[in-house]
Nanobody
Framework: QVQLVESGGGLVQAGDSLRLSCAGSGRTFHDFAMGWFRQAPGKEREFVAAINWNGGKTYYADSVKGRFTISRDHAKNTVYLQMNSLKLEDTAVYYC????????????????WGQGTQVTVSS
């Protein structure tokens, strides 16, 4: 069974940092682009960041540029999202997603999805 499992969410204060992890299992994701989306209450899911199959290219939503960093570790079949200088508006459920590199057209990733991890930023 192929799975993406997110972890690392939690409750933090504005200005704090968090690192989310997304571990893949059931297959290797070395030839997949991977990324993060988020969905705040009452809002549509939105793209946050993506990284291509070899980590050579990254993509970010304007709202997180300069604050968030996406990275991946092939040995661990894992993608990370380092979130710094968190703001109240970053509060959302964060989802990991993967798209086969041959069909990857950022910001669309739709082959596999995780179940999400909650990030809550308080004042």
């Amino acid at each position: 069974q192929v799975q993406l499992v997110e972890s690392g969410g939690g409750l933090v204060q504005a200005g704090d940092s968090l690192r989310l992890s997304c571990a893949g299992s059931g297959r290797t994701f070395h030839d997949f682009a991977m990324g993060w989306f988020r969905q705040a209450p009452g809002k549509e899911r939105e793209f946050v960041a993506a990284i291509n199959w070899n980590g050579g290219k990254t993509y970010y939503a304007d709202s997180v540029k300069g604050r968030f960093t996406i990275s991946r570790d092939h040995a661990k079949n894992t993608v990370y999202l380092q979130m710094n200088s968190l703001k109240l508006e970053d509060t959302a459920v964060y989802y990991c997603a993967a798209e086969f590199s041959g069909t990857f057209q950022p910001p669309i990733l739709d082959d596999y999805w995780g179940q999400g991890t909650q990030v809550t930023v308080s004042s």
